[in-house]
């Protein structure tokens, strides 16, 4: 159960790498009054979302046959649905930062590494285990959201590739 409980992780960070990045339409996106932080944001809320749900869905399942490792209740699905929501916002820094699949890719098994083998097995009580992960996360997302406002660095930095 413990590798079946880290697989939607790794496939909601890997998922939502790819639909951050490599995306050709860049200019074109920046040229409309939508813009491309409201097209990036709305591909985050939308992939999130769906991590979210299958998070949850795989908890309920696991919880109600009792085969949730370290079960502590209806609590215990701050867990899942915190690992993607760290996951996720942490990715989204990442892809608009380099703009780079492989490099956001990279990042997110490199935060579920953390999350799994240094973070989970010494902090055991599921709101302080996802508390300070989930607040530095969203402050990442904030300044991703932030840095997308650039109109010139975004189209530059497709340019470049």
Same mark, same amino acid.
């Given at each position: 159960m413990m590798v079946? &409980?880290?697989?939607?992780?790794?496939?909601? =960070? +890997? /998922?939502?790498? !790819?639909? +951050?990045n490599g995306d050709p339409i860049v200019e074109l996106t920046e040229s409309t009054p939508t =813009?491309?932080?409201r097209v990036q944001v709305t591909r985050l809320l939308i992939i999130t979302g769906a991590n979210l749900t299958a998070a949850g869905l795989l908890f309920i399942g696991l919880h109600v046959m009792r085969l949730w490792p370290r079960d502590m209740g209806w609590v215990s699905i701050i &867990?899942? @649905?915190? /690992?993607? !929501?760290?996951v996720n #916002? +942490?990715?989204f820094l990442i892809a608009v930062l380099t703009t780079?699949?492989?490099?956001s890719s990279l990042a997110s098994i490199a935060i579920w590494l !953390?999350? #799994?083998f240094i973070w989970d097995p010494y902090i055991t009580d599921p @709101?302080?285990?996802r508390l300070v992960p989930s607040i530095i996360a969203a402050a990442g997302a904030i300044f991703g959201w932030k840095t997308c406002s650039n109109t010139?660095?975004? @189209? +530059?930095? @497709?340019?470049e590739l």
């Open positions: 079946l &409980t880290q697989v939607p992780v790794i496939a909601a =960070g +890997l /998922s939502t790498a !790819f639909v +951050l =813009g491309w932080r &867990t899942p @649905v915190g /690992s993607m !929501f760290i #916002c +942490l990715v780079s699949m492989p490099t !953390f999350l #799994c @709101v302080r285990q010139e660095r975004n @189209v +530059l930095q @497709v340019a």
